[in-house]
T-cell receptor, first 114, second 114 residues
Framework: AQKVTQAQTEISVVEKEDVTLDCVYE???????LFWYKQPPSGELVFLIRRNSFDEQNEISGRYSWNFQKSTSSFNFTITASQVVDSAVYFC???????????FGQGTELSVKP | NAGVTQTPKFQVLKTGQSMTLQCAQDMNHEYMSWYRQDPGMGLRLIHYSVGAGITDQGEVPNGYNVSRSTTEDFPLRLLSAAPSQTSVYFCASRGGSGNTDTQYFGPGTRLTVL
């Protein structure tokens, strides 16, 4: 069975603080794909990043960075110098080798206060 | 490209009524999926399709039917609406013959069943 766990239900920070959103996954597939999506208050789902299981390189995109560690089955997301516009629900998701099945975590609601 | 479109954006039904949520994509994507989003539960997969004429069940298929007669369209039917089906519904699609392409989501349909 595949599972994604985002243990942090809600996080509140003050603007300019760094914040890390945790994601732990379970899968028996040797090849799999991990994703992060952002859902702002407007409700749409915005793709942020995809990571393949055979590529453990960390990635940085502006203020966003992702730390993928197969040894701990984690794919954590860090926002540096958070801004109010980062306030949203963030979802981590996993897809194995089974067609279109994308399994989501419960989501972490991030609130960035001015 | 319009991407993934969903209609209607909002819908109110009475218990026992039936309706169809429409989903269309203009990207010639093979894979299409339906998810529902409920507070604290992330997104859960209802049904998915790996190509025209092929559909399969996800995590929460009961009470819903799907069909995929064309590559572009993947409607979701509620046969007899129940209050437990009050939710936000997202349609998604992705392309590629492998598992590498990213899944893109429509804007969602907010359904209330009274």
């Amino acid at each position: 069975a595949q599972k994604v766990t985002q243990a942090q239900t809600e996080i509140s920070v003050v603007e300019k603080e760094d914040v890390t959103l945790d994601c732990v996954y379970e899968t028996r597939d040797t090849t799999y794909y991990l994703f992060w999506y952002k859902q702002p208050p407007s409700g749409e789902l915005v793709f942020l990043i995809r990571r393949n299981s055979f590529d453990e390189q960390n990635e940085i995109s502006g203020r966003y960075s992702w730390n993928f560690q197969k040894s701990t089955s984690s794919f954590n997301f860090t926002i540096t110098a958070s801004q109010v516009v980062d306030s949203a629900v963030y979802f981590c998701a996993l897809r194995g080798n089974q067609g279109g099945k994308l399994i989501f975590g419960q989501g972490t609601e991030l609130s960035v206060k001015p | 490209n319009a991407g993934v479109t969903q209609t209607p954006k909002f819908q109110v039904l009475k218990t026992g009524q039936s309706m169809t949520l429409q989903c269309a994509q203009d990207m010639n994507h093979e894979y299409m999926s339906w998810y529902r989003q409920d507070p604290g539960m992330g997104l859960r997969l209802i049904h998915y399709s790996v190509g025209a004429g092929i559909t399969d069940q996800g995590e929460v298929p009961n009470g819903y039917n799907v069909s995929r007669s064309t590559t572009e369209d993947f409607p979701l039917r509620l046969l007899s609406a129940a209050p437990s089906q009050t939710s936000v519904y997202f349609c998604a699609s992705r392309g590629g013959s492998g598992n590498t392409d990213t899944q893109y989501f429509g804007p969602g349909t907010r359904l209330t069943v009274l």
